[in-house]
């Protein structure tokens, strides 16, 4: 396939992409102003669903904005020869490819953070502030730029020179070993993401003794599970907006509550969230989902040594000699109708993990409450209540609150 013909492919594709998604977005704001399901009708008093209406609106809005600037961006830097101007740059400084290909993707990375900062701070000390739900400050909002950037560039950067240099000693098998590379990092950062990132970012303290931690205990002991670690942390920085999560297994599980949780759920209420969080990790979700993943990037990176060293990669984005880290960009805006569809799969199953996990807190220690938690956490992010059915099928990761309310209250 010729360059000329691959380029307009990645044009039509960054096009389409962005069209199909506005189409999602805006069939989903049409259904904003739906009624209330008479379920849901004890979610918001009037005037808080007006709030919730206002802010749905404003997201929307700004989303508009944002994601149109993003892709007359792309489509910009690309047709312009962006691409072949930040190679050359990067070849300025050295012939080394590994080294090329890094300040390469600083160049873009720092370049793209600069350009889309504004919409953060916009998004954070504007319509989040507004809606009473940003607890940034100044300070917090750059230090996470920081860190975020260096995070990348270590770890990223590090990931990235390895796969480099495998390519250059191992030529199309180089993606067996950026396979093995990236699955035990998958695993590592799966069983430490607690205790090596989250402490660059937040702070984490045990849960003290007393009502909560005891009531805690007393059920994961009647469902036969181990659980030592329970941290409450400090997401009230940032957010009002409350969450729990599960992380690691083996002897490094652990359940971290948001401060913000412990304070707006009654204790029977987190006791319901913690039982749907322990339900993922007896259904063997959280290893089902890495499994999934490692094998999915199996797929992406045996494509990748398939398309990578083609000429005709690089020189769509105007980059006459054929590089890694070009054929990788451009492989990347080709690879992402697949994406899509494998996204589509992975949703598809997060969507089942969680009715699996809701009937496991409905059996093991009830329906209501976690019914009452899922209501006041929709509730206090002032979440859509009357989402449009494609937009749910395309992008929620997990089941509506009347989907998984009507599940809870199945048998009952």
Do not use: C
């Not at 990235?160 to 396979?179: C, E, P």
Request: charged share 20%; aromatic share 14%; glycine share 6%.
């Amino acid at each position: 396939m010729s360059p000329e013909t691959l380029f307009y492919i990645i044009i039509a594709i960054i096009v389409i992409d962005f069209i199909i998604d506005k189409i999602l977005d805006t069939l989903n704001a049409k259904h904003f102003d739906d009624p209330v399901p008479p379920e849901l009708s004890d979610v918001y008093d009037k005037e808080e669903y007006e709030k919730s209406q206002r802010y749905k609106k404003e997201r929307y809005r700004f989303g508009i904005i944002t994601s149109t600037f993003s892709v007359l961006l792309t489509l910009g830097f690309i047709i312009f020869d962006g691409f072949a101007w930040v190679d050359g740059i990067s070849r300025n400084f050295t012939n080394n490819a590994i080294l090329v290909a890094l300040i390469f993707f600083g160049i873009i990375m720092i370049g793209s953070d600069i350009l889309t900062s504004p919409f953060s701070w916009y998004s954070t000390f504007v319509i989040e502030e507004k809606y009473g739900f940003n607890k940034t400050t100044k300070k917090t909002f750059f230090l996470d730029k920081l860190k975020g950037l260096l995070m990348m560039a270590i770890l990223g950067g590090g990931i990235l020179a390895l796969i480099v240099w495998f390519y250059q000693f191992a030529g199309n098998d180089f993606w067996w070993y950026a396979w093995i590379l990236v699955a035990v990092f998958s695993i590592i950062l799966n069983m430490f993401y607690a205790k090596l990132i989250v402490p660059l970012f937040n702070k984490q303290s045990p849960l003290e003794e007393g009502s909560l931690r005891s009531k805690i205990e007393t059920y994961a002991e009647s469902v036969g599970f181990t659980l030592d670690n329970i941290f409450i942390i400090d997401g009230s920085k940032r957010s009002t907006k409350a969450n729990a999560y599960f992380s690691g297994f083996g002897k490094e599980k652990r359940i971290t509550l948001f401060d913000t949780l412990v304070k707006d759920l009654e204790e029977e209420e987190i006791v319901a969230v913690l039982a749907h969080e322990v339900g993922h990790y007896k259904k063997n979700h959280i290893i089902v989902n890495l499994v999934a993943s490692i094998l999915t990037t199996g797929f992406t990176l045996w494509l990748l040594s398939l398309f990578v060293g083609s000429p005709a990669l690089s020189q769509a984005l105007g980059v006459e000699e054929p590089s890694f880290h070009i054929g990788l960009i451009a492989f990347g805006i080709l690879y992402s109708p697949i994406s899509e569809i494998t996204g589509l799969l992975m949703n598809y199953l997060s969507r089942k993990f969680e009715y699996q996990a809701d009937n496991y807190a409905k059996n093991t220690y009830g329906a209501e409450p976690l019914i009452s938690s899922l209501k006041k956490l929709t509730k206090n992010s002032l979440s859509n209540l009357t989402p449009h059915k494609a937009y749910v099928f395309m992008h929620y990761s997990h089941p509506t609150l009347l989907q998984r309310f009507r599940n809870l209250k199945r048998g009952l």
